[in-house]
């Protein structure tokens, strides 16, 4: 048990809806990290937060977006979604903000599926 | 740009046989050099790092060294088992403008009894 939970573990929603995935990191930790993992593109960093300021910024989509509240949770929020959204959604944090020495610890992940 | 490549897999063993996973990188300054490992179902979970060059990673039984001559993090194991039957990971930690991750696209481990 890596220490970041990840809810809900699975989602289906329709093609057009919004949804929104939640993370907590492991206590003590300032970074959260969100990444996409489906099977033709592997893992994908899609953005980065550090104590609630976005830090680093990936391959994420216009229509998604993220935060980190005040007590270091995240949500990713995916809006008017397609087909080829459906994936693995994972969350990861970080003790630091990112530094060569920086570890990831990843959470279980979201499987959303879209229909 | 940074990046990371990995042999491609299937990778398929018997239990108790020699396992090498090939990793090499790209990168501009001194990266970490990082093995995550997913089984079936569940996230990455961090495997064994190393900081700088010449750093011997391990965990488990497995190990990697920080080549930089040969900009390399292979991975090994003397002794696979069944259990060890998984996809796995390697990445980089480079500073290079924004700070990013990246990972390679993974290597299927298949053990067989």
């Known amino acids: 048990d890596s220490g970041v939970t990840q809810t809900p573990k699975h989602l289906i929603t329709a093609t057009g809806q919004r949804v929104t995935l939640r993370c907590s990191p492991r206590?003590?930790?300032?970074?959260v990290y969100w990444y996409q993992q489906s099977l033709d593109q592997g893992l994908q960093f899609l953005i980065q937060?550090?104590?609630?300021?976005?830090?680093a910024k990936g391959n994420i989509l216009e229509r998604f977006s993220a935060q980190q509240f005040p007590d270091l949770h995240s949500e990713l929020n995916l809006s008017s979604l397609e087909l080829g959204d459906s994936a693995l959604y994972f969350c990861?944090?970080?003790?630091?903000?990112?530094?060569?020495?920086?570890?990831?610890?990843f959470g279980p992940g979201t499987r959303l599926t879209v229909l | 740009g940074d990046s990371v490549t990995q042999m491609e897999g299937p990778v398929t063993l018997s239990e108790e046989a020699f396992l090498t996973i090939n990793c090499t990188y790209t990168?501009?300054?001194?990266?970490?050099l990082f093995w995550y490992v997913q089984y079936p179902g569940e996230g990455l979970q961090l495997l064994l790092k190393?900081?700088?060059?010449?750093d011997k990673g391990s965990n488990k039984g497995f190990e990697a060294t920080y080549r930089k001559e040969t900009t390399s993090f292979h991975l090994e194991k003397g002794s696979v088992q069944v259990s060890d039957s998984a996809v796995y990971f390697c990445a980089l930690n480079a500073v290079s403008g924004t700070y990013k991750y990246i990972f390679g696209t993974g290597t299927r481990l298949k053990v067989l009894a």
């Open positions: 206590s003590g930790d300032l970074s």
């Open positions: 990861a944090s970080s003790e630091l903000s990112g530094g060569p020495t920086d570890t990831q610890y």
């Open positions: 990168a501009t300054g001194y990266p970490s």
């Open positions: 190393a900081t700088k060059a010449d």
């Open positions: 937060y550090y104590n609630g300021e976005e830090r």
